[in-house]
């Protein structure tokens, strides 16, 4: 069964923590990202990363970071400095960048308490 | 600001209508378009997907139509049933840049 996986589901955090969220694919898709969503807002980009031990900032990538060790993997760390952290969490995936079309994971929705 | 937008925030119709869903994009150098579903609580899904040399394209029960004289999407879902209902984002492509969504329709789909 092929895919993207993201997890946990569902995540809670105190203020002051840093937390990473898992996203893997093993679609062996090039390039990877990770979004945000808050409700009635479109998708905002954090980071991409097109191949391995590489990543490129987003839009929005204050107060997070990525790692691209592996071509599966690319989690993301929520840190201290994000100011409003509570929202939701999408990974995706394309076979390269320019081949653009992403397929999405299940998503993480974290709240900060 | 957004560079892709859609006309209405909200759309509901009756099980069995056809429904049409808008979007309009801002960058006339946009060369890919693509449709996504996103349930409650879950990630977007990839519905049908057009490129600029293309005006129609059509998918099992779906049809994106591509008007590049006035920048404007179209998402027809044909027979639409409530399983049907969700956000629908449009996403707009540019060479050598990042994809951008608009802000998404909420379908709703009564019986």
């Known amino acids: 069964d092929g895919g993207i996986t993201q997890s946990p589901k569902y995540l809670f955090r105190k203020e002051g923590q840093n937390v990473t969220l898992s996203c893997e694919q093993n679609?062996?898709?090039?390039?990877m990202y990770w979004y945000r969503q808050d409700p009635g807002q479109g998708l905002r980009l954090i980071y991409y990363s097109q191949i391995v031990n590489d990543f490129q900032k987003g839009d929005i990538a204050e107060g997070y970071s990525v790692s691209r060790e592996k071509k599966e993997s690319f989690p993301l760390t929520v840190t201290s400095a994000q100011k409003n952290p509570t929202a939701f969490y999408l990974c995706a995936s394309s076979i390269t960048r320019e081949r653009d079309t992403q397929y999405f994971g299940p998503g993480t929705r974290l709240t900060v308490l | 600001g957004e560079s892709v937008g859609l006309h209405l925030p909200t759309l509901s119709v009756q099980e069995g209508d056809n429904s049409i869903i808008n979007c309009a994009y801002s960058n006339s150098a946009s060369d890919y378009f693509i449709w996504y579903k996103q349930e409650s609580g879950k990630g977007p899904q990839f519905i049908i997907d057009i490129r600029s040399n293309m005006d129609k394209r059509q998918g099992q029960r779906v049809t994106v139509l591509l008007n590049k004289t006035v920048k404007h999407l179209s998402l027809q879902i044909a027979a639409t049933q409530p399983g049907d209902s969700a956000v629908y984002f449009c996403?707009?492509?540019?060479?050598?840049?990042?994809?951008?969504f608009g802000k998404g329709t909420t379908l709703s789909v009564s019986s």
């Open positions: 679609l062996n898709h090039d390039a």
């Open positions: 996403a707009e492509k540019t060479a050598g840049t990042a994809l951008i």
